[in-house]
């Protein structure tokens, strides 16, 4: 043997094998028939092994005209079964996770045509055998290697092996054998399932023909409560408590999930922060019939703006003076702090402009150009005179040149009936203004505002106006050139914000300084009696995206001795200063 290798052994023996077969007539007959070999010829002889269960799966071997052929077919590709599973989302509130509840599904799918029946063909004569594998699937290739003839079976392309050819698609499917459905199904929902917690139906997922069907699978989403969140199987609700409340203890009643009367007591001291624990009154544990987590009451304490005798008086019975003295700076320092960090943040300017000018009492904005802002701050409140009901929005509007100006910030209002309205704003609706800025009105409302045109006073004019179709945005510009009333009632009541401590930590006594820039020499401002400002103060409260730079002296900005930096900040803080402090300019 020239070739001693085990593979060259095998194939020795195979092919001794093979030439031992189909050189016994009745063997070769059988295997040419059968594909088997039926055993040495005999009375008796009967065998169920082949030739092929010694070769390769994809391989067979034949004997023609004195030669061996050996045929390879491509193993077949690996085929699905079933159809493809889907899935789908079913949405309830927190009181049906809570109680449990059914609930129907629809969800898309695809299922078996109803018209080709899943054949994909416009009629079933249009289903014809492939001419170019004549039904089979493959077509033929040959090799000859010397005395050996390969055969190739390949894939036939033309109908990717399915033997057969669509002549005409279905219309309704255009012949891909399925469409999409809007399926339904209910599910049942146990009380307390988690987030996610998901039921698997066979059978109502995809549907294809000769496949197995699919199954859908249906996934849980809860959606948010106003007054409870989930965590595992705890509830956890926030509740607003006044201080005396936080100091003397309280009891509330809340009301559960399933619509019960839940009493929350709490005995001591609440901080900021704390929360009682109510045990048994959260959500049902799921798989433990009877078993329920906790509900957790998150305390937010309401802070005054400051005590009232009436409190202090009240607070004694509690607490020393000294304590209350504390207390008094802590709620000082509080407000100051959140009353800055609720405030927006500055706008931009745009270069959008409007030099109609023309007067019209509904659709235009007024601005009061002779009744400038005259501190820096922020507006917490409009009042204003309407003579009927209607929408109303008050602007802030910044000077640019001549008579341009851009729009700081705006206020909608909803005004129910006619009357003098006083409209405190919430910390979002807040608008922070420069001295100088102009207050102005727009409504589409007709007479809802009373002006005295200067035609008819002779007056000096001091309500300029420009037309509007709808309100203009914040950073819109415009250009206010024609003055036409002088009679108009409209005030904002403006809180300045930058506010100085005579303590680190925004401790001790307070002072809020007036503007964005100047000293604090002018006027011996004083914490309190005998305590300058000026070279003592210890801490600002600094509003969000702001810094304020401190200067050594009065009146000057040579060399910045300090900076409050809270750029980058979405949150007022308070912090600390060096001492020797007498000029401050803020940064936004």
């Not at 289903?127 to 089979?136: D, E, F, S, Y």
């Not at 390969?150 to 033997?163: A, K, V, Y």
């Not at 409140?381 to 802030?396: D, H, I, N, P, Q």
């Not at 400002?533 to 040579?558: I, L, S």
Request: glycine content about 10%; charged content about 20%; hydrophobic content about 35%.
């Amino acid at each position: 043997d020239k070739n001693p290798t085990k593979e060259a052994e095998d194939m020795f023996l195979l092919l001794s094998k093979a030439y031992e077969i189909l050189s016994d007539g009745d063997r070769r007959r059988n295997f040419d028939n059968a594909g088997q070999d039926s055993g040495p010829s005999g009375p008796g002889k009967r065998s169920s092994s082949s030739l092929d269960s010694d070769m390769p799966k994809d391989y067979s071997v034949h004997w023609k005209g004195g030669e061996f052929y050996f045929s390879h077919r491509p193993p077949a590709k690996e085929k699905r079964t079933a159809a493809q599973d889907v899935t789908a989302t079913v949405e309830l509130s927190m009181e049906q996770v809570y109680q449990g509840a059914k609930a129907e599904v629809s969800y898309q799918r695809k299922v078996t045509c109803p018209i080709c029946k899943g054949s994909g063909a416009h009629h079933p004569h249009h289903v014809v055998r492939c001419p170019v594998c004549r039904g089979t699937g493959f077509w033929n290739s040959m090799h000859v290697d010397g005395d050996v003839v390969h055969m190739l079976n390949h894939t036939c392309g033309e109908c990717d092996g399915h033997g057969i050819q669509i002549e005409e698609t279905c219309k309704h499917c255009g012949g891909a054998k399925t469409v999409m459905e809007q399926a339904e199904v209910e599910v049942s929902i146990p009380p307390g399932a988690a987030e996610g917690f998901s039921i698997s139906l066979p059978g109502r997922g995809d549907v294809e023909p000769g496949l197995t069907p699919g199954s859908v699978t249906v996934s849980l989403r809860s959606l948010a409560h106003d007054n409870y969140t989930r965590q595992g199987n705890d509830l956890v609700a926030h509740l607003n408590i006044t201080l005396f409340d936080a100091l003397l203890g309280f009891e509330t009643n809340m009301t559960s999930l399933d619509n019960r009367t839940v009493l929350v007591v709490h005995n001591a001291v609440s901080s900021p922060g704390a929360f009682v624990t109510v045990q048994g009154e959260g959500m049902p544990v799921p798989g433990s019939p009877g078993m329920f987590g906790d509900l957790r009451v998150m305390m937010n304490i309401k802070f005054p703006e400051k005590l009232t005798d009436a409190q202090k008086q009240l607070l004694r019975s509690v607490l020393d003076e000294q304590a209350l003295k504390t207390l008094e700076a802590q709620i000082r320092r509080r407000s100051v702090i959140e009353g800055m960090t609720s405030a927006p943040a500055g706008f931009g300017d745009a270069d959008i402009s409007n030099p109609d000018g023309t007067y019209r009492e509904t659709g235009a904005v007024v601005l009061l150009v002779e009744q400038p802002i005259k501190t820096d701050g922020i507006i917490t409140e409009w009042s204003f005179k309407a003579l009927s009901a209607g929408t109303v929005f008050c602007s802030v509007w910044r000077r640019e040149e001549g008579n341009t100006y851009t729009q700081m910030g705006r206020t909608e209002l909803g005004l129910p009936s006619p009357g003098g309205f006083a409209v405190p704003l919430e910390p979002h609706q807040q608008i922070r203004v420069k001295e100088g800025d102009i207050l102005g009105l727009w409504s589409d409302t007709p007479g809802i505002f009373g002006f005295s045109s200067t035609e008819d006073s002779g007056k000096k004019p001091s309500i300029y106006s420009a037309q509007y179709d709808g309100m203009p945005n914040t950073g819109d510009s415009a250009v206010f050139p024609k003055p036409m009333a002088h009679k108009f009632s409209l005030r904002a009541k403006v809180k300045p914000f930058i506010v100085l401590f005579s303590e680190e930590g925004c401790g001790g006594q307070s002072y809020t300084f007036p503007t964005f820039e100047g000293d604090m020499c002018h006027g011996n401002p004083e914490f309190s009696e005998g305590v300058r400002v000026n070279d003592n103060a210890r801490a600002v409260a600094v509003p969000p995206n702001t810094a304020v730079e401190f200067f050594p002296d009065c009146g000057t900005m040579n060399a910045v001795l300090a900076t409050a930096d809270n750029r980058g900040v979405g949150q007022a803080r308070c912090l600390n200063i060096p001492h020797g402090t007498s000029h401050l300019r803020v940064i936004q």
